[in-house]
């Protein structure tokens, strides 16, 4: 139990295109997922909280214009990487919180190359 | 503020050897806390985690770790290691509640050799 399905695992773009990025809770419903973004060799630094049916809380420094999440079912939240640049170009990982206690279960990871 | 300190960034160890990960927390409330693995290029596996009652918490894949309050540490063994634990390993501390995200460590890198 438990799974989170990450989609798509690798994509890559043009300068100025957009990606989407979509997250699934596929055996439970989870009210909140989060989204993370990491660098290599690096540690897992917190994008935004998305919560069903509200608006996410995006973390400092996050443009919430430039990544835009939706959050519209009990098992879907979406991440959105608008006029993505190279400097966009990271691994984007997802995760769902399930139940109480705030166990937070992972997506596979995005890897995002903007060319 | 809220912090996880794991102090080795690359720890290599031998095929059969023991392990220990480190890790040390700064939190205001009683903290929950998680042990999750990362392969290259893969998101994160739970490996154990630490909410109340026994210190001492059994994982996955043969790992345990140790809740010590009065060391704010929680790290991470495995008597005998696999090459296939070669891995991330990230430490991290939340709240039992709400919708408050966690906080990781930077991560260990284990390398196991033969």
């Known amino acids: 139990g438990a799974v989170v399905s990450q989609h798509p695992s690798w994509v890559i773009c043009k300068s100025g295109t957009s990606v989407k990025i979509e997250c699934r809770s596929l055996?439970?419903?989870?009210?909140?997922m989060f989204w993370y973004r990491q660098f290599p060799k690096q540690s897992l630094m917190l994008m935004a909280t998305?919560?069903?049916?509200?608006?996410?809380?995006?973390e400092q420094g996050v443009e919430k214009d430039k990544f835009l999440i939706n959050h519209a079912s009990l098992t879907l939240s979406t991440l959105t990487v608008t006029s993505a640049h190279p400097e966009d170009s990271s691994f984007y990982i997802c995760?769902?919180?399930?139940?109480?206690?705030?166990?937070?279960?992972f997506g596979a990871g995005t890897r995002l190359s903007v060319l | 503020a809220q912090s996880v300190t794991q102090p080795d960034i690359h720890i290599t160890v031998s095929e059969g050897a023991s392990l220990e990960l480190r890790c040390n927390y700064s939190?205001?409330?009683?903290?929950?806390l998680f042990w999750y693995v990362q392969s290259p290029g893969q998101g994160l596996q739970l490996l154990l985690k630490y909410f109340s009652g026994d210190t001492l918490v059994q994982g996955i894949k043969g790992f345990e770790a140790e809740f010590k309050r009065s060391q704010s540490s929680f790290n991470l063994r495995k008597p005998s290691v696999h090459w296939s634990d070669a891995a991330e390993y990230f430490c991290a501390v939340g709240r039992n509640s709400g919708n408050t995200p966690l906080v990781f460590g930077k991560g260990t890198r284990l390398s196991v050799i033969a």
């Open positions: 055996d439970f419903q989870a009210t909140t």
């Open positions: 995760s769902a919180r399930a139940g109480t206690g705030n166990i937070q279960y």
């Open positions: 998305s919560n069903e049916g509200s608006k996410a809380t995006y």
């Open positions: 939190y205001g409330a009683t903290p929950y």
